[in-house]
Structures are given as C-alpha cells and as structure tokens.
C-alpha cells in the first residue's frame, strides 16, 4: 500500500487533520487500533472554533444530530492559594 501521509491515532485532531489533507488532494492512511469511538478523549469538547470549522466544512447541521451529551452545569471550585 502507497500512501503520501500516515497518521498514527484516529481520534479528533487525527481525523481532522486526515480529512483536511484528503480536501488538499494528499493521499492519506488513518491508522487507528479501535474499531470504535466509544470512549473519552482528550478532545472531548466541542468550542466556537470548532463549530466554525464544523460550518466550514459544511459539517454543522448534521453534527447536533449525532449522539452526545450536553453539560448541563458546570462549576468551578475555589482551590487553595499557591505558598
């Protein structure tokens, strides 16, 4: 198998960056060792920006149909001050 770019981790940032380099016309390999996305990432959230790229890509009014959980509080405690 021929391929210009290999990326090692199918998570968020790596598919991203597979698609956007496919978009570009780069001959790209996503190699993943899950056969599935049931599981937290690092990148678990979702921020403007991304939902500006997501609009970008023409992604975004089928992304709040996909499966996910909305918070519906967040809170902030007040740790102690540093020495």
Same mark, same amino acid.
């Given at each position: 198998?021929k391929?210009?770019?290999?990326?090692?981790?199918?998570?968020?940032a790596?598919?991203?960056?597979?698609?956007?380099?496919a978009?570009?016309?780069? =001959?790209?390999?996503? @190699?993943?060792?899950?056969?599935?996305? *049931?599981? +937290? %990432?690092?990148?678990?959230?979702v921020?403007? =920006?991304?939902?500006? @790229?997501?609009?970008?890509l023409?992604w *975004?009014? +089928? %992304?709040p149909?996909?499966?996910?959980?909305k918070?519906?509080?967040?809170?902030?405690c007040?740790?102690?001050?540093?020495?």
């Open positions: 198998m391929t210009q770019c290999m990326l090692g981790g199918g998570g968020p790596g598919m991203m960056l597979g698609v956007l380099l978009r570009a016309g780069v =001959s790209v390999l996503v @190699l993943e060792k899950h056969a599935d996305f *049931l599981r +937290d %990432f690092r990148g678990d959230t921020h403007p =920006s991304t939902m500006e @790229l997501l609009h970008e023409g *975004l009014n +089928d %992304f149909k996909l499966p996910h959980q918070a519906q509080e967040v809170a902030a007040k740790s102690a001050a540093p020495p």
